[in-house]
């Protein structure tokens, strides 16, 4: 992901204090988002804030591959689809309670990941984009046609059930908390994981895979993992996403959605943990102000696509982490 | 859940063709762009959408049929794809691929969305030319006249663009600025221009398949979203490297899709990303794809 016009930011200096795991100015940022998630719900309607959340989750496991380890998937969407379809399952047919269920949805897609990452790895650089889009294209047209879907009515009815068989998340103060938690510890274990000696290694593969492997790193192997925990992660938003409207369906799984999270990371900052945060918000709210103008929103996604790759790569969080000089 | 009528087979086999052409069309397009621009175009099915939307502009507005959209269509499609890398595409070429693709995409999404403002969602009905109705006996099946000349034009069209590409002196400039741009530059070839045409003619392509599909396909704004897809599947399958290898892979998928679909048709619109994975887990450069 080098870009040859912006500075290089030293995501890691062991030098620096950190606290739970983040540096100093990501702290900060921590705290902030901390702050949203407990005050917002009192302006903003919380099922909107929910939806932002699960697609924070969603961002932040697409950032972990683009922007940490250089890997350009555009299969995410099948993680995604898959994922809520299977929590839906588990919740509904199984009768399974919300952590087994949510468990179910996440190991789906890690497995799918495993091995859409198996097959992918096998060829690099763009390559790598066009065989997951054809491979999360068949997992549509799977979806499409496979009766436990619900087709094109989508899999409707998923209960709720209850957290640790005794927190009621059909109250929505209790989803509300419950949804803003697994948010903020996804923040926390994605910038653990960036940090981790396995982040590292990453990031060294992301800037040249040849030296990383002539270092003696088993570069397939790391860039599989990698592959494996962003779309386990995907499989993660996408239940909650799943048990908090009740229902799953095939635009989940579409190419746009692919597209979507790719925009997220774009207008938020590829390579960069807050941008997920940031991103989210701001594509989520356009399209909630847009969504009444029909295909207006699609001529703007792709304006603000084709205005950030041209004038802002770097993206919001990005370009103020050149700016701050600091990692967000 | 299988059903097997020889006749059936055949029939859909030879229907399959009329989708081998486009994905041979457009696959061929993706891959010569991809070559020397190192782009993957992901407006490339918003092109073969535009080239239906243009036939069916030149119709309404001005009265002109098929015949001449089929020259003037291509003609359109392509000036607009050499504004298009004048004005955007060309920025990004010093940058990482990546950039490329995502800027190819916004494109996607803003034309498609341009088109659904102005036309609207639903499909739209393009009538096929009047000497082309009618069917012809093969024995096996009724084969409409227009299906087949999608066939026979799509054929010539694409061994006219391997004859270019592999046995003229242009062919051979494009080919040496793919391998090494810097070097055919250093040889006094203005390459950015190259790239620009090569651009314009690619998508010229897709707009030329997209005119055939008008009257087969309904003509709707999202008739390109799948075909592309199928098209990088089609790239990823056959393998850089090899024009040839791209065409006989885009007709081969479409007559395996329509034998799919006659002996099992749930699975006739995944085999292609079937083989897709087959290939690459036994032969990962794809199945004429250069070694390394």
Not at chain 1, 36 to 47: D, G, I, S
Not at chain 1, 146 to 173: H, K
């Amino acid at each position: 992901m080098s870009d040859t016009n912006a500075p290089r930011i030293a995501v890691g200096s062991p030098k620096a204090r950190h606290i739970l795991g983040f540096e100093p100015a990501r702290f900060v940022a921590f705290v902030l988002f901390v702050a949203v998630v407990a005050l917002a719900p009192m302006v903003v309607y919380p099922y909107f804030l929910m939806r932002v959340y699960c697609f924070i989750i969603f961002a932040l496991a697409y950032n972990l591959l683009l922007g940490f380890t250089g890997l350009m998937s555009f299969g995410h969407a099948a993680f995604f689809g898959m994922g809520g379809y299977l929590c839906g399952w588990a919740a509904r047919e199984w009768g399974l309670p919300f952590e087994l269920a949510v468990l179910t949805g996440t190991v789906t897609a890690g497995l799918m990941g495993l091995v859409f990452g198996w097959i992918a790895i096998r060829r690099t650089g763009l390559y790598f984009a066009m065989i997951t889009l054809a491979l999360a294209q068949m997992v549509y047209f799977v979806a499409l046609q496979a009766d436990f879907t619900g087709g094109e009515n989508g899999m409707q009815r998923i209960p709720r059930g209850t957290l640790l068989g005794f927190f009621d998340l059909s109250d929505p103060t209790i989803l509300y908390w419950t949804i803003g938690v697994l948010t903020l510890f996804s923040v926390y274990a994605v910038n653990r994981i960036v940090h981790s000696p396995f982040g590292q290694v990453l990031r060294a593969i992301r800037e040249n895979p040849v030296r990383a492997k002539s270092l003696g790193y088993n570069v397939d192997r790391y860039k599989l993992l990698s592959f494996t925990i962003s779309a386990a992660l995907t499989g993660f938003a996408a239940s909650l996403k799943a048990v908090i409207f009740g229902i799953s369906t095939l635009s989940d799984i579409d190419v746009m959605t692919s597209t979507e999270v790719v925009l997220i990371t774009l207008v938020g900052g590829i390579g960069t943990i807050f941008g997920s945060v940031v991103g989210a918000f701001l594509i989520l709210s356009m399209e909630h102000f847009l969504a009444p103008y029909g295909p207006w929103l699609l001529l703007v996604e792709g304006v603000v696509f084709m205005l950030f790759v041209l004038v802002f790569r770097r993206g919001i969080v990005g370009g103020l982490q050149d700016w701050l000089k600091r990692p967000l | 859940m299988f059903d097997i009528n020889v006749n059936l087979i055949l029939g859909q086999m030879v229907l399959g063709m009329v989708n081998g052409v486009f994905y041979a069309i457009l696959s061929l397009g993706v891959a010569i762009i991809f070559g020397l621009l190192g782009v993957i175009n992901f407006a490339h099915g918003v092109f073969f959408m535009l080239g239906a939307f243009v036939a069916y502009g030149l119709l309404q507005f001005f009265g002109l049929g098929y015949w001449p959209a089929l020259i003037l269509v291509p003609m359109i499609v392509g000036a607009l794809g050499i504004v298009l890398e004048v004005l955007l595409i060309r920025h990004l070429y010093r940058l990482e691929h990546l950039y490329g693709l995502l800027l190819t995409l916004g494109m996607a999404l803003a034309i498609e969305g341009f088109v659904r403002i102005v036309f609207g969602p639903q499909g739209l009905p393009y009538s096929m030319p009047d000497n082309l109705r009618g069917a012809v006996n093969l024995g096996f099946m009724f084969l409409p006249y227009y299906r087949a000349w999608v066939v026979v034009a799509g054929v010539i069209l694409c061994f006219a663009t391997w004859y270019v590409i592999e046995q003229t002196p242009l062919g051979a400039k494009l080919r040496a600025a793919t391998d090494n741009p810097k070097l055919v530059q250093a040889f006094g070839i203005n390459v950015p221009v190259m790239l620009t045409l090569t651009y314009g003619a690619g998508v010229a392509l897709a707009g030329f398949a997209g005119v055939m599909a008008a009257p087969i396909l309904s003509v709707d704004p999202s008739m390109g979203t799948n075909i592309v897809i199928i098209a990088f599947a089609v790239v990823v399958i056959g393998g850089m490297g090899s024009i040839l290898g791209a065409i006989l892979t885009g007709f081969g998928l479409g007559i395996l899709e329509g034998f799919t679909k006659a002996i099992y048709s749930e699975a006739s619109s995944t085999v292609i990303f079937v083989v897709m994975v087959i290939v690459l887990v036994t032969r990962p450069r794809g199945l004429f794809g250069k070694v390394g």
